[in-house]
């Protein structure tokens, strides 16, 4: 079974930057892979996703963050930066389903990211 591991969370400064990262093991890496996020109080929402031939953003992350993959390491990013009190939350990586836009594997346990002066 896959299981999701997330890292690369912490406390920084609003105009800051962090990279997250996201491996796992067993077969995941074909479809739509996804960042998300859960801000507290808040349910968990779609920050951005990539396939093979695209990228899409939720609009406030816009020009500020960038998720990649890397094939050879199994790996998915993302990237961000200008960082601002509203990006905090734990974030999360997943699989998604194409056409319901369901989450497809089980839940890793997040990573914190806290932007704070």
């Known amino acids: 079974q896959v299981q999701l591991v997330e890292s690369g969370g912490g406390l920084v400064q609003p105009g800051g930057s962090l990279r997250l990262t996201c491996t796992a093991s067993g077969s995941w890496w074909t479809g739509v892979l996804v960042w998300y996020r859960q801000a507290p109080g808040k349910q968990r929402e779609v920050v951005a996703t990539i396939t093979s031939t695209s990228t899409t953003y939720k609009d406030s992350v816009k020009g500020r963050f960038a998720i990649s993959r890397d094939y050879a390491k199994n790996t998915l990013y993302l990237q961000m930066n200008n960082l601002m009190p509203e990006d905090t939350g734990v974030y999360f990586c997943?699989?998604?389903?194409?056409?319901?836009?369901?989450?497809?594997?089980?839940w890793g346990q997040g990573t914190q990211v806290t932007v704070s002066s």
């Open positions: 997943n699989k998604q389903n194409p056409w319901s836009s369901a989450p497809l594997l089980p």
